[in-house]
């Protein structure tokens, strides 16, 4: 499950979308976020899909790299869409079991929060496929630039999601590797019940939590040895310039905002017959 977590890592390709300015791809992901809440019907969410298929196709980055993403925490989506079954009310009810009831609207709700939790979660993973953890936080730096005239430290707070992002593989392929040494020894890691699953790991935490730590000592003697400091005034080897590219990204995602208003608007009249169950409300 672990060789699933795609998150910070980068997929190194020559395509439309590497070549977008960080910021508007930043930018994109919190709108494209946006929009998927905002959609209130099937038509909407099908918009939304299309639109991703399509980034995913101009990225060149494989769509198997991008599913990868979804399956290391797909049973945490379906938990999550699964307890809106029960949660959510309507008026076509289908099964009654004592105080639970099962509507026909909270199957429906759940399948569109499921489908809409996927897409945000590939939409995250195309962005760092396609972005290096440095053009990340220079992008984060400068969108929050402002705050530094309220002397919020914006260039520590890039630094520590650079770091971040930077270990996130790192301490993947460590926890494997103790996975690997746990189980040449005789550990088991799929037998058993959630109880001693869960107690297995222990065995994997605590080696994993030194190395950690280790690493960060490192890191800091290595910084310290630079002479590195946050406060000074730094300048940039490479400086982000925003280009027709990044004009027309913004375009297209204009158009696609203001599609899934119009179809949030009209949704019931481009299929009357199935309103009731292409439309949430």
Known sequence: MLKDVTFGQYYPVESFVHRLDPRVKLL??????????????????????????????????????????????????????????????GEMLLAEWGIIKIYVEGII?????????????MASAILTLTTTPVSL????????FPLTLIKV??????????????FIPT???????????????GADFESGNIFKRVRAI??????????????A?????????RCYSGATKRTKYKKLRFGWRDAVAVLVLAVLIAGVILLNIYA?????????YMVIS
């Open 171 to 185: 301490l993947m392929d460590e926890t494997n590797r103790i996975i690997n040494a746990q189980k040449a020894r």
């Open 137 to 144: 936080t220079d992008a984060f730096e400068s969108l929050l």
């Open 109 to 121: 709700f759940a399948i569109f929060l499921m489908f809409r939790l996927v897409f945000i979660v």
């Open 28 to 89: 994109g992901l919190i709108a494209y976020i946006v929009m998927l809440f905002v959609a209130k019907s099937f038509y909407s969410l099908a918009l939304g899909a299309l639109v991703l298929a399509f980034v995913i196709t101009v990225s060149g980055v494989p769509a198997k790299s991008v599913f990868r993403s979804v399956r290391g925490i797909l049973f945490l989506l379906a938990f999550t869409s699964l307890l809106n079954v029960f949660f959510h009310g």
């Open 153 to 166: 430290p914006v260039h520590v707070f890039a630094l520590i999601m650079s770091i971040a992002l930077r």
């Open 268 to 276: 019931a009249a481009i299929w009357p017959a199935a309103a009731p």
């Open 217 to 225: 000592d490192e890191l800091g003697d290595a910084m310290d040895a």
């Open 202 to 215: 222990v065995p994997i935490l605590i080696p994993l939590i030194i190395s950690a730590l280790r690493r």
